[in-house]
């Protein structure tokens, strides 16, 4: 069993930059594809971005080179660095395990394992 925390969210303004860590207890990240998917009210899951274990990542289509998602296997940690925030980035932001390999699925939810509570991003115009 996995087990993920996310942190790093909160209440920035437009134009402002967060960092979000997912973090693990148990099996180490280095195993899996992590992801970060959002999700804002009222609205369905969306894909933000995703890497692989060898550290090679992708983005979702509004991303438009404003995020950057890395991950350190030695301190098990997977982040997502956000600049240039917008009103409309606001959601809970969530890290996903996937226990399979780097494939087109990866930007789907259902394609994930394992899960973490979620992080709030808050954007205010």
């Known amino acids: 069993q996995v087990q993920l925390e996310e942190s790093g969210g909160g209440l920035v303004q437009a134009g402002g930059s967060l960092y979000l860590s997912c973090t693990t207890s148990?099996?180490?990240?280095?195993?899996?594809?992590i992801g970060w998917f959002r999700q804002a009210p009222g609205k369905a899951r969306e894909f933000v971005a995703a890497?692989?274990?060898?550290?090679?990542?992708a983005y979702g289509d509004f991303v438009k080179d404003r995020f950057t998602i890395s991950r350190d296997n030695v301190q098990n940690t997977v982040y997502l660095q956000m600049n240039t925030l917008k009103p409309e980035d606001t959601a809970i932001y969530y890290c996903?395990?996937?226990?399979?390999?780097?494939?087109?699925?990866?930007?789907?939810?259902?394609?994930?394992?394992?899960w973490g509570q979620g992080t709030q991003v808050t954007v205010s115009s």
């Open positions: 996903a395990a996937r226990d399979g390999p780097w494939a087109p699925v990866i930007v789907r939810d259902v394609s994930y394992d394992y």
């Open positions: 148990g099996r180490t990240l280095g195993s899996y594809v």
């Open positions: 890497i692989d274990k060898r550290g090679d990542p």
